[in-house]
């Protein structure tokens, strides 16, 4: 069975409702990054922080999985398909996914701030100041922060090496180191880029460009590689 590696994007989770912080010149729903995204603002002012992840949570509650995500469930009945995502949403579980990768994190996850490799799943929406790991520290959201290490990046890079077939749908391809993966699918490799504002990817052999949103790119994607299945 051939292997498809997918690394996915804000523009496959933007269909759905969930916006991102590129759409809004630097803001994430009104806030500058700086001060929920990074160990400074944390320092600086952990209720800001975790009042801004509930809120995600809670948004996130209320979306779908839409026609982008099933595409790409679909192809696994085809491909042995793993999905590398930079988005914290749940969207690719939610629609059936069977391996997805978080490399920025996961929204419905906390972690230790004194222990990293404590790491717990959210019953609910809600962290509060006060909520701790079972070592006593404070649980902070398990998200990966501008400034942070990319602790999964050597697992999806071993991923991308092994793609017959590698998809890129809705990111921007600036956020590194994630958006170097597509560098190390090996040179025989399809590849395609999904995206309504093409971002800038190096020229290789056997690469197609699709300028459409997720839904109606992966439609396209998923009609041709079946029949070629």
């Not at 717990?120 to 070592?135: A, I, R, S």
């Not at 999964?152 to 077939?165: F, L, P, S, V, Y």
């Not at 597509?182 to 590849?191: G, H, R």
């Not at 395609?192 to 992966?218: C, F, H, W």
């Amino acid at each position: 069975m051939k292997k498809i590696v997918v690394l996915s994007g804000a523009g496959i989770s933007a269909e759905s409702g969930i916006k991102t912080f590129r759409d809004s010149d630097g803001l994430w729903e009104g806030h500058d990054v700086m001060e929920v995204a990074t160990p400074e603002g944390w320092k600086k002012n952990q209720a800001l922080v975790l009042d801004f992840y509930n809120q995600r949570r809670k948004q996130a509650l209320s979306v779908k999985p839409n026609a982008a995500h099933y595409a790409l469930v679909e192809l696994e009945k085809h491909y042995d398909v793993t999905v590398i995502t930079q988005n914290v949403d749940n969207l690719h579980e939610k629609a059936g996914s069977s391996k997805v990768m978080h490399l920025h994190g996961e929204l419905f996850k906390t972690r230790s701030t004194f222990d990293e490799s404590l790491v717990y799943d959210m019953n609910g929406w809600e962290l509060k100041k006060g909520d701790k790991c079972e070592k006593g520290s404070q649980l902070r959201p398990h998200i990966v922060w501008f400034g942070e290490e990319v602790p999964m990046m050597d697992a999806a890079t071993k991923e991308a090496m092994k793609a017959d077939i590698f998809i890129v749908i809705g990111t921007s391809l600036v956020v590194y180191p994630a958006a170097g993966l597509v560098d190390f699918a090996p040179a025989t490799s399809k590849i395609y880029v999904v995206d309504q504002n093409m971002p800038y990817i190096s020229p290789r052999p056997n690469m197609i460009l699709i300028e459409e949103k997720a839904t109606i790119g992966m439609k396209k994607i998923l009609e041709e590689l079946i029949l070629a299945s």
